[in-house]
Nanobody
């Protein structure tokens, strides 16, 4: 069965850190574009990051740049989202996604839309509150 499973969410105080995991089964993550998204209550889904399979570069949204970092452990077929200096506005359900196709990027925009991915996880809740 091909699936992504996120874990690691929870409640953290402002300024704290969390590390989310995205584990794949049935396919090899290192061959895929990897995206992280989040959706807060009452808000539209937001792309957080996109890691390109071509050169391993990760692009981050302005809202998380400098605070969030994507890494991977190919031996575990898992990608991680390290979230530091968390803010209340980071509260959301976080999703990972994977895309196998080739993409061409234009005009300095290096993110994929939700619908361009092939697999999505079920999401993990992150709450930042004192």
């Amino acid at each position: 069965q091909l699936q992504l499973v996120e874990s690691g969410g929870g409640l953290v105080q402002p300024g704290g850190s969390l590390r989310l995991s995205c584990a794949a089964s049935g396919f090899t993550l290192e061959h895929y574009y990897i995206g992280w998204f989040r959706q807060a209550p009452g808000k539209e889904r937001e792309g957080v990051s996109c890691t390109h399979v071509t050169d391993g570069t990760t692009y981050y949204s302005d809202s998380v740049k400098g605070r969030f970092t994507v890494s991977r452990d190919n031996s575990k077929n898992t990608v991680y989202l390290q979230m530091n200096s968390l803010k209340p506005e980071d509260t959301a359900v976080y999703y990972c996604a994977a895309a196998r196709r080739q993409f061409t990027f234009y005009n300095g925009y290096y993110f994929l839309d939700w619908d361009e991915y092939d697999y999505w996880g079920q999401g993990t809740q992150v709450a930042v509150s004192s």
